[in-house]
């Protein structure tokens, strides 16, 4: 089984540049969630998709972050403008319930 | 307000001996629970997860332990071995298949 795959896996860019992560999950899997990982701290939900809708996009900054999941497959996240706190890492998830499975995530930096 | 709480950033354990991470929890309402574990650029691996209605599960080395009336899970592997060095995350949840809420992580370092 092919795992999450996420692209790209890291990525520099300046403040107030936009930015986009694209993530394609497991085959079959209606959930994807993209989580923010900043340095040193737990992994923190952004979104939560099933199929195409948004099931919890709560603590999704929506003034700079969108995300799609067009035909319930894969997703892409942007930021835009990015700001110098939101260097992280963004990981995307998918799952059946029973524990997720992570991709390696994009390393974001903004200088 | 931080809803999962891992004291410990890091532990350090001989191989071969027991490693016991802790985690504490705040919300009430979590009824269901995950062990990570992350290698450095590499996304956390699921390692085991345990419900409300239990209060122990085990697989193989690793064993979750729950006190649902205290608030606390932990971890114990047993034999640890070099390769469970890694991070450690505690995640929760109200619902089985819901979002997790996750703890900041604990590093485990296993000396051989």
């Known amino acids: 089984e092919a795992g999450v795959a996420q692209s790209p896996r890291y990525k520099i860019i300046e403040k107030r540049q936009s930015v986009a992560f694209w993530c394609n999950p497991i085959s079959g899997h209606a959930t994807l969630y993209w989580y923010q990982q900043i340095l040193g701290q737990g992994p923190k939900l952004l979104i939560q998709?099933?199929?195409?809708?948004?099931?919890?996009d709560s603590q999704l900054p929506k003034d700079r972050f969108s995300a799609e999941r067009l035909k319930g497959v894969d997703s892409t996240l942007k930021i835009q403008p990015a700001k110098l706190e939101d260097s992280a890492v963004y990981l995307c998830a998918s799952g059946t319930g029973d524990g997720y499975t992570f991709g390696s995530g994009t390393r974001l930096t903004v200088v | 307000d931080q809803q999962v709480k891992q004291n410990s950033p890091s532990l350090s354990v001989q191989e071969g001996r027991i490693s016991i991470l802790n985690c504490d929890y705040t919300n009430s309402m979590f009824d269901y629970f995950l062990w990570y574990k992350k290698y450095p650029a590499e996304g956390p691996t699921f390692l085991i997860s345990?419900?409300?209605?239990?209060d122990k599960n085990e697989d193989g080395r690793f064993t979750v332990f729950l006190n649902k009336s205290a608030k606390h899970l932990s971890l114990h592997i047993v034999p640890s071995q070099p390769g469970d060095s890694a991070v450690y995350f505690c995640a929760a949840s109200p619902y089985y298949g819901q979002n997790f809420v996750f703890g900041p992580g604990t590093r485990l370092s296993v000396l051989p």
């Open positions: 998709f099933q199929n195409n809708g948004v099931v919890d």
């Open positions: 345990i419900s409300s209605i239990k």
